[in-house]
């Protein structure tokens, strides 16, 4: 009997999901969107890699970065890749779109996946969308999403200053920074959640989108 109810118990705290931590973040700016994610991916107390790239190219001009639980990030990935097959690059409003349509679909059994996608809209301009992980989303000026994500939040609240997206007639979300300027904004709130959030840290990878294309450049953070 004893061992039935042990069986009972164990089974009742067994979940689908892991939270392999990490931090994600976006900023648009007028002609340029710069996205970053950290490269530490972990367990619990335990850190699995410390080189995982939590960043992909969904089109030209169009990236996302995801945390959370990364296999169900592989399989959103896949899934996005197969459904917009087709002979035109899709917009990143267009994208956002279909991210938030693959969501809602899995809203019973989700994808456990915080995402927030950025890149350039028809017109040229940067553009961020935040997600929860059914589906719901937004446009935004900036974001960010994981375990260091309410660290961040705070100082580029404090830097960006967006202006609310409940005022009318709409305001432009868009950041007022230069490209430079966002970069190592970036950097900096990066190099502070590490010291902060143990599941965030080890590498940087940051990558900019413009009129000229997609460029990425990498930052070590602290490993410990």
């Known amino acids: 009997m004893a061992a039935t109810e042990g069986i009972k118990q164990h089974q009742s705290t067994w979940s689908p999901y892991d939270n392999n931590g990490g931090t994600c973040i976006a900023i648009a700016g007028a002609n340029y969107c710069v996205i970053a994610a950290d490269t530490r991916m972990s367990t619990g107390y335990s850190i699995l890699t410390r080189d995982y790239s939590k960043i992909c190219n969904l089109a030209d001009k169009c990236v996302m970065a995801s945390s959370g639980f990364q296999a169900d990030v592989k399989a959103l990935q896949k899934n996005l890749?197969?459904?917009?097959?087709?002979?035109?690059?899709?917009?990143?409003?267009a994208m956002a779109q279909l991210l938030s349509n693959t969501?809602?679909?899995?809203?019973?059994?989700?994808?456990?996946?915080?995402?927030?996608?950025?890149?350039?809209?028809?017109?040229?301009?940067?553009?961020?969308?935040?997600?929860?992980?059914?589906?719901?989303?937004?446009?935004?000026g900036y974001g960010a999403q994981g375990t260091?994500?309410?660290?961040?939040?705070?100082?580029?609240?404090?830097?960006?200053?967006?202006?609310?997206?409940?005022?009318?007639?709409?305001?432009?979300?868009?950041?007022?920074?230069?490209?430079?300027?966002?970069?190592?904004l970036v950097k900096d709130v990066f190099a502070s959640a590490a010291e902060r959030d143990i599941y965030t840290g080890d590498g940087l990878e940051i990558v900019v989108v413009n009129a000229e294309g997609v460029k990425r450049e990498f930052l070590e953070l602290r490993r410990d």
């Open 81 to 93: 890749s197969a459904r917009h097959l087709h002979n035109k690059q899709m917009s990143c409003p």
């Open 148 to 184: 260091g994500g309410t660290l961040m939040m705070p100082v580029l609240d404090n830097q960006l200053k967006s202006p609310s997206p409940l005022l009318l007639p709409a305001q432009d979300a868009t950041t007022p920074l230069l490209e430079s300027e966002a970069v190592d």
């Open 103 to 140: 969501l809602y679909y899995k809203r019973f059994f989700p994808y456990y996946s915080f995402n927030v996608l950025g890149g350039l809209d028809n017109e040229g301009k940067g553009c961020v969308f935040t997600y929860d992980a059914v589906g719901s989303y937004e446009r935004v």
